[in-house]
């Protein structure tokens, strides 16, 4: 609760001082203008008189007692104050002798304990100080003493000191001294304005310690009532700009909860620093219920905090679920209704699996149990969310909880019985209630997967599932998606695999020639009565896609599969409906990842569809399918010619299926000759209306498939994969592609692996679920194998001269070299950071000066050269040598001289005599040695100089900078 500002009472009148201070205000330019004072000037009219010694020695006791713990801070804070009252004549005497000791604690800018403590014992104390005796017992204080004020006055009039740790404590002072107030506290008007402005102001600092200060202070002056309310909008400018992760993570804590900020702090989950993440959640538990959230939120969170990468982000996102979970009181189904059941399948079942591992199973079925009757859900109170839960139930108590799983699912026969019910009470919903036909086709898909849990060792069930399963598929109101999963249900309950296909096959006939009423699939005839209009084909392509799911034999040689290839899916292929050729692609893709033969057959029509064809969906899945079939078989075997083995064995089945009837061999010859025909008609066609360039259409893969350079097929390969990085529609497919060929070993590139890491850094990737892909591949590649290891070696120096040498107009000018350089630094080990390094070396001898050069100046040091060859660490010692001798830039030369003195330490000495170049080892030691520091913040030599010295930090004001300055 923010402090209260005292309202004004009457309006005073100017005093003669207030108008001297505004006359010099006016003056102070003009006086400024005609002489500039000296520094030595300032110093000795500010400079306050000698405090009393007696007064300063007993408060040294005291701090010196305090800074040793916090075990005796209440009895030293009454110590202090009693000091306060016995010179009660003599209070300024007291602040001045209190302020100057203050002062050597704001001069220490680490978080020691002793400084620490001391900092908190003084605020405490100012506080209270103003309090009678009878007063100390109270926690809050409410009113804001004399002492307190002009604490807070000294403290702010320093805040743009020079000094960064001077800006730094005044800050945390000023932070401390208001979260000693009491909630109800009020101060005056005029010190909430000077605490206001100055604290706007240090948002704004260069150093982010101060800036995490200033938002903290800032946190009981915000107005989340306010839209113009500056303080936010200062907040969740820092939270969506600032480039260092501990301001934006105090942003997120300090901010108030207001329509305005919760979608800031919902995106603050998908923050690149994971304690940015974690607290971004930990304010959602703690100041944010469900219901003020919309359902788009709700998913977005649950997506991007069960999927993380950290533990700790993933733990605070499951304690927001528990909250939630107590929300509705442990009614889980009522949870699943405020969330997107119906389009986010896959993560709502996370969410569900997450909560049955917090909460007892009897608490989890509960909500289910009183919803079922006879081990099911009515079918008139079937909802998408309870038979989604219900489903997910039956999942987890299949195996681990019998005893449940019998009360909550029927017998096979019964539950086949059921799911045709609710069938046919589906079809009779009219088209037109969109809705209710949405969710009638979600629950019969939901029961669908259910009835892969059941019981399939009964054999009648297995009977009447399959009856019921043939029965839904032939309906004509069943949707496509559910037909997929029907087959995939059919082929799991049918036990052979030829009668699955069989059947299958005969349903799609039945399909395509109704008005046949044959009950046989029959190869030896293609009638001409087929229906080939886009929903008919749609069906049977998916019945088609859903079949090869769950086939193992190879397609090629199958004389049923064959026939439905050559009849369905190279029919569907030239189809002008793009949800048809679509799912033809599909269909023809899987079934080339089970045939080898049918693999390097079709390989150069699906680069041919990347190529010419316009429809996303299409394009996206034809590269999916090259990258699969890659990853499968290798790029190698699509560079060989076929093997004698497999002709013989190609040979010998034509030979054996001529035997059997060799008109109908013959038949199917001209039927594929005729299919691959119009497929390069089709092709054509859709060239010709895109005015595609004759070179457009040139085939690299198809120019190079007869012959048995592997390494230039690869080549080409490599080439054709960095145009698909170019392609926005593509790129993030090509990507993943990519990444999971080299992941598996079947594509070694330096350039491809460069290019992804350029890809991950984009700034215009942000957001891409692409990066989190890039993500677990850059953090496994090359872990165990030291092939993929040299890629990362090969890669090193051309992405950061990519980097460096990028045009302003580039995004990649964004990008923070020295990021990636560590990413892949942390990549590599042993030799090869030798190797990087005398290669750095050599780099930044070359061009010292180049943005190039100082990024690799500033990446040597990151380098883990400890052990290795005494040859190469020699020769690494004398080039950073070198380069210290070329730069001038001092932080830079520090750093590098103790990088110089580490690999020094791991040279091996001779016996006798000196190495060359001890005496500037002598010197790097000297330069590199860090001064120890003390245990107590106060020094018993107070000389005059060192009194001048820090007057001088305290009265050097430094001009603010604009924020997207202090931006790394």
Not at 398 to 424: C, G, N, R, W
């Amino acid at each position: 609760m923010a402090p209260k500002r005292k309202p004004p009472t009457k309006r005073r009148k100017k005093t003669d001082s207030t108008e001297e201070v505004e006359q010099s205000k006016v003056t102070n330019g003009a006086d400024k203008k005609q002489k500039p004072r000296k520094q030595e000037d300032v110093e000795k009219e500010d400079e306050p008189q000698a405090p009393d010694s007696k007064m300063l020695t007993k408060m040294k006791s005291i701090l010196d007692s305090v800074q040793k713990g916090y075990t005796h801070q209440a009895k030293n804070i009454e110590k202090m104050w009693e000091l306060k009252q016995a010179n009660e004549e003599g209070e300024e005497d007291f602040f001045e002798c209190f302020w100057y000791l203050l002062q050597h604690s704001c001069l220490v800018i680490a978080r020691e304990p002793p400084t620490e403590r001391i900092i908190q014992f003084c605020c405490k104390f100012a506080i209270r100080a103003d309090l009678t005796r009878e007063e100390f017992s109270n926690e809050e204080v409410s009113q804001t003493g004399p002492f307190a004020v002009q604490l807070f006055h000294t403290a702010l009039k320093y805040h743009n000191a020079h000094n960064k740790a001077v800006r730094f404590r005044l800050c945390q002072i000023v932070n401390i001294l208001l979260t000693s107030l009491g909630g109800d506290a009020e101060i005056d008007e005029a010190l909430f304005n000077s605490i206001y402005n100055c604290m706007l102001e240090r948002l704004l600092d260069k150093v982010p310690a101060v800036r995490v200060q200033a938002v903290i202070t800032l946190n009981r002056l915000q107005d989340p009532t306010d839209p113009e309310c500056p303080v936010m909008k200062g907040y969740l400018n820092i939270m969506k700009t600032d480039g260092v992760a501990e301001v934006r993570r105090a942003a997120v804590k300090a901010i108030a909860v207001s329509t305005k900020s919760l979608l800031p702090i919902v995106e603050r989950t998908r923050d690149t620093n994971p304690s940015v993440r974690k607290a971004a959640f930990e304010v959602l538990i703690e100041k944010i219920s469900i219901r003020a959230m919309k359902i788009s939120y709700r998913m977005k969170l649950l997506d991007s905090g069960l999927h993380d990468r950290m533990p700790a982000v993933k733990d605070a996102c499951v304690s927001l679920i528990k909250k939630w979970v107590l929300y509705y009181e442990s009614d889980i189904i009522k949870l699943l209704k405020a969330l997107d059941v119906e389009g986010k399948v896959d993560l709502c079942g996370e969410v569900v699996e997450e909560i049955l591992k917090h909460v007892h199973i009897d608490k989890a079925v509960e909500c289910l149990m009183s919803r079922i009757e006879d081990k099911v859900i009515p079918i008139k109170d079937l909802t998408c969310e309870s038979v989604f839960y219900w489903r997910c139930i039956v999942n987890h108590c299949s195996t681990a909880y019998p005893h449940i799983y019998d009360t909550i699912m029927p017998t096979l026969s019964e539950f086949s019985q059921y799911l045709k019910d609710y069938v046919i009470l589906a079809s009779s919903i009219s088209p037109e209630d969109y809705d209710a036909h949405y969710q009638a086709s979600y629950i019969i898909q939901e029961l669908i997967k259910m009835a892969k849990h059941a019981d399939m060792s009964d054999e009648a069930g297995r009977k009447n599932l399959i009856a019921v399963s043939k029965f839904i598929i032939t309906d004509a109101e069943i949707t496509v998606q559910s037909i997929e999963r029907l087959v995939e249900l059919y082929c799991l309950a049918e036990v052979n695999e030829q009668t699955r296909i069989t059947t299958v096959a005969d349903i799609i006939n039945d399909v395509r020639n109704p008005l046949e009423g044959a009950t046989q699939f029959n190869l030896e005839t293609i009638e001409s009565c087929e229906k080939n209009d886009p929903v008919t084909m749609i069906r049977c392509l998916t019945m088609v896609t859903g079949l090869v799911k769950c086939v193992k034999c190879d397609v090629a040689f199958d004389p049923t599969l064959s026939v439905l290839l050559q009849d369905v899916v190279l029919t569907g292929v030239i189809s002008n409906n793009e949800i048809v050729r679509h799912l033809s692609i599909k269909a023809l893709g899987l079934s080339c990842i089970l045939s080898k033969t049918l693999a390097k057959k079709y390989l150069v029509f699906f680069q041919q569809v990347v190529m010419v064809d316009n429809f996303a969906d299409i394009l996206e899945t034809s590269l999916k399918v090259i990258f699969d079939l890659f990853l499968v078989f290798g790029i190698e075997t699509f560079a060989e010619d076929e093997s004698e083995e497999e002709k013989k064995k190609k040979d010998g089945e034509e030979s054996q299926n001529s035997s059997a009837d060799g008109s109908q061999n013959s038949e199917n010859t001209l039927l594929a000759q005729s299919q691959e025909d119009i497929i390069s008609s089709r092709l054509e066609e859709v060239r010709v209306a895109d005015g595609a360039a004759e070179e457009d259409l040139e085939n690299p893969i198809s120019a190079i498939a007869d012959k048995k350079d592997t390494e230039a097929f690869s080549d080409l390969i490599i080439a054709k994969f960095k145009d698909f990085l170019d392609d926005e529609v593509l790129r993030s497919v090509a990507a993943e592609g990519i990444a999971k060929l080299m992941y598996n070993g079947r594509l070694v590139d330096a350039q491809l692996f460069s290019r992804l890491l350029l890809l991950w850094y984009n700034p215009t990737t942000e957001g891409d679920p692409l990066r989190h892909c890039l993500g677990m591949f850059f953090s496994t590649f090359g872990a165990n194998n030291e092939e993929m290891l040299d890629v990362v070696e090969d890669a090193f120096f051309p992405t950061l001269e990519t980097i460096c040498d990028a045009p302003h107009t580039s995004p990649l000018q964004e990008i923070n070299p020295a990021n990636v350089a560590d990413l892949m630094l942390s990549l590599l080990r042993g030799r090869h950071h030798e190797q990087i390094a005398i290669k750095m070396c050599n780099e930044i001898l070359v061009q010292p000066l180049s943005k190039y050069g100082r990024c690799l100046v500033k990446t040597l040091p990151r380098c883990g050269v400890l052990t290795g060859e005494q040859s190469n660490l020699k020769l690494i010692h004398s080039l950073v040598l070198q380069i210290i001798d070329e730069i001038d830039h001092v932080s830079t030369k520090k750093s590098l001289s103790t990088f110089a003195v580490k690999i020094r330490s791991f040279i091996v000495q001779p016996d006798t005599g000196e190495e060359e170049g001890d005496d500037k080892e002598n010197g790097l030691n000297e330069t590199a040695s860090n001064t120890s520091s003390q245990k107590s913040v106060f020094s018993t030599q107070d000389s005059e100089k060192s009194t001048q010295k820090r007057r001088a930090l305290f009265l050097n004001p430094v001009q603010p900078l604009d924020l997207l300055d202090t931006i790394t």
